[in-house]
C-alpha cells in the first residue's frame, strides 16, 4: 500500500512552454500533498504544501504564478511549470500525505523536467 | 541558511560492518527526525524515525540515536549489506508536518 505515483516520469520542452507534472495517490486519499525539487547532488526544497480545495501555500523564494499547484483531489495534485526555462530543469518530485502521523508522507518516483 | 546538515557526501563501508551516518540541525523547533533512503531516478522511502523526547529508536538492523543537547543524530546500520547502497537523507519536520532535508549522504556497502 501507500503508493504514489508521478506522470511523466521524464519531459523535455522548449523554452517558454509550460509542463503539467500529475501526482496521485494510487492506494489511499491524501489530505495534504508536498512538492519538492532537487537540483543534482543537493538536497530536496519544498516548493510548497497543498492540501485538497484550498489554495497551496507555497515556501519562500518559490513563485506562485510560475509554479501552478492545483489539488482538486484526494488522489490528484498537479503542478504546472508555466514559461519554462532552463533554469527550471530540475527533478521535481512530489509526496502525499493521508495525515499528520509521522512517516505518513509518501514520495512518488519524481519527474525529471529538462527544458531547452 | 541550512537548517538540517549532513556533512558527510559519501560513505564506503565492507559488507558485514557497521554504516554510521551523521546528521546536525539548527532549528530546535523541530519534533520529529526521520531517516529516508533514496535510489538514483526514484522518491525517497521512508526508514526510521525519532521523536525529539526520545534519544534511541531501533528497527532490525536500522538504530537511530538523538542527541538533542548537540543537535545531533545518527542512522546505524549493523550489518551493512550491498542492498543499502543508496542516498541517505535525514529530515526534521517541522510544523504542519513539513519536512526539512538534509543533503544526503551516499553509501556504498562493498563485498
Known amino acids: 500500500g501507500a503508493v504514489v505515483s508521478q506522470h511523466p516520469s521524464w519531459v523535455i520542452c522548449k523554452s517558454g512552454t509550460s509542463v503539467k507534472i500529475e501526482c496521485r495517490s494510487l492506494?489511499?486519499?491524501?489530505?495534504?500533498m508536498f512538492w519538492y525539487r532537487q537540483f543534482p547532488k543537493q538536497s530536496l526544497m519544498l516548493m510548497a504544501t497543498s492540501n485538497e480545495g484550498s489554495k497551496a501555500t507555497y515556501e519562500q523564494g518559490v513563485e506562485k504564478d510560475k509554479f501552478l499547484i492545483n489539488h482538486a483531489s484526494l488522489t490528484l495534485s498537479t503542478l504546472t511549470v508555466t514559461s519554462a526555462h532552463p533554469e527550471d530543469s530540475s527533478f521535481y518530485i512530489c509526496?502525499?500525505?493521508?495525515?499528520?502521523?509521522?512517516?505518513?508522507?509518501?514520495f512518488g518516483p519524481g519527474t525529471r523536467l529538462t527544458v531547452l | 541558511d541550512q537548517q538540517v546538515k549532513q556533512n558527510s557526501p559519501s560513505l564506503s563501508v565492507q559488507e558485514g560492518r557497521i554504516s554510521i551516518l551523521n546528521c546536525d540541525y539548527t532549528n530546535s523547533m523541530f519534533d520529529y527526525f526521520l531517516w529516508y533512503k533514496k535510489y538514483p531516478a526514484e522518491g525517497p522511502t521512508f526508514l526510521i524515525s525519532?521523536?525529539?523526547?526520545?534519544d534511541k529508536n531501533e528497527d532490525g538492523r536500522f538504530t537511530v540515536f538523538l542527541n538533542k543537547s548537540a543537535k545531533h543524530l545518527s542512522l546505524h546500520i549493523v550489518p551493512s549489506q550491498p542492498g543499502d547502497s543508496a542516498v541517505y537523507f535525514c529530515a526534521a519536520r517541522g510544523g504542519g508536518n513539513k519536512l526539512t532535508f538534509g543533503t544526503g549522504t551516499q553509501l556504498k556497502v562493498e563485498l
Open positions: 509526496s502525499a500525505s493521508p495525515g499528520l502521523a509521522i512517516g505518513e508522507q509518501f
Open positions: 525519532i521523536s525529539s523526547i526520545k
Open positions: 492506494d489511499f486519499q491524501a489530505t495534504t
